[in-house]
């Protein structure tokens, strides 16, 4: 409904009976280019993701900003992970870097929300999740999962297999490496199903 009324559509429905109904929508779409889907859903998305992989630029993210304005959106969510930088830049760090340790990141929040302030006019306002999520209370699945990861942590002690991390694999509890599962990186594909998702529902991702 939001997606044909900002294209200045209308939807209809006609029914008829023993037999049911159609819906159906109206749009007129403009001549020339085709449009691209998610030139009009990121006007629908409330938030914007700012991940690591995909460099940012404020440009943007203030343009997606004013996308929201005009069709009387005055808030958008900009959710930025820690390891997001702009483009041609930097991440941004929480401390100073010590010898033979990753770098401690934190405070992407505060620069992101300054900056975008600055550009917009708009008020902002940073929440850091990790200072809110404290947990709760523990579901049904939490106390079993618990329970296989004990059994098998135990079960691991008993076998003398030191040097392991217990892994829920989908299907059933099994262990991995400590230096196979803390070795290597882990990054988010440019061409996996969580981007090419988030695009799908028009959530810029500041590029």
């Known amino acids: 409904k939001q997606l044909v ?3 200045g559509g209308s939807i209809h429905v006609e029914s008829k009976k023993d037999i049911g109904s159609s819906f159906y929508f109206i ?5 020339g280019e085709p449009l691209e889907v998610s030139q009009i ?33 005055h808030f958008t969510l900009v959710i ?27 405070g992407i929040g505060a620069v ?6 600055k550009r ?4 902002t306002r940073v929440v850091v999740l990790g200072h809110l999520q404290r947990g709760g209370s523990p579901t049904n699945m939490d106390r079993a999962l618990c329970t296989l990861f004990g059994a098998k942590a135990v079960d691991l002690i008993a076998q003398r297999k030191f040097g392991q991390m217990v892994t829920h694999t989908g299907t ?22 969580y981007v090419r998702a988030a695009r799908a529902l028009g959530i810029s991702l500041g590029d």
Do not use: H, W
């Open 5 to 7: 009324e900002l294209m």
């Open 27 to 31: 749009v007129d779409l403009p001549e």
């Open 41 to 73: 859903l990121v006007k629908l998305a409330d938030c914007l993701g700012l991940i690591p992989e995909i460099p940012f630029r404020y440009e943007s993210i203030c343009a997606a900003i004013a996308d929201r304005e005009k069709i009387g959106k």
């Open 80 to 106: 930025a992970a820690e390891g997001a930088k702009p483009a041609g830049g930097d991440f941004v760090t929480s401390g100073e870097q010590q010898q033979n340790r990753e770098a401690r990141l934190g």
């Open 112 to 117: 992101v929300a300054a900056e975008i302030e």
């Open 120 to 123: 917009t006019g708009k008020e």
């Open 172 to 193: 059933s509890v099994e262990s991995v490496a400590l230096s196979e599962a803390i070795g290597e990186l882990r990054t988010v594909p440019l061409d996996g199903a």
